[in-house]
């Protein structure tokens, strides 16, 4: 089972990301982006299911964030935009068949890629 995560990078304030994660060898069928900004926990941005579509946001990235799926590609996307500092962290994919109320808890979560780092700067 593998999960690699790219797109991260250095943006400007109100800038623009597309983040990818290629998964292989999965049996879980919810996908989810999590962040982690140095000293602080890991946080839920987004999920989505890969089967059915279903798609859950956390309050902070609602109206920025979309995440989205290529089943063909085996690839889930996190398209970012008006990117604020407080986005700044290391951004990391995983896998989960947890229930749907509970895919924004990150212990729920198998399998991680290593991560991407997303830097917004002024």
């Known amino acids: 089972v593998q999960l690699q995560a790219s797109g991260g990078g250095l943006v400007q304030i109100g800038g623009f990301l597309r983040l990818s994660c290629v998964t292989s060898?999965?049996?879980?069928?919810?996908i989810g982006w999590f962040l982690q900004a140095p000293g602080k926990e890991r946080e839920f941005v987004a999920a989505?299911?890969?089967?059915?579509?279903?798609?859950k946001y956390a309050d902070s990235v609602k109206g920025r964030f979309t995440i989205s799926k290529d089943n063909s590609k085996s690839t889930v996307y996190l398209q970012m935009k008006l990117l604020k500092p407080e986005d700044t962290a290391l951004y990391y994919c995983?896998?989960?068949?947890?229930?749907?109320?509970?895919?924004?808890?990150?212990?729920?979560?198998?399998?991680w890629g290593q991560g991407t780092q997303v830097t917004v700067s002024s």
């Open positions: 060898g999965l049996s879980g069928d919810t």
């Open positions: 995983a896998s989960t068949r947890t229930i749907w109320s509970l895919v924004s808890d990150p212990s729920k979560y198998n399998y």
């Open positions: 989505i299911r890969r089967s059915g579509g279903n798609i």
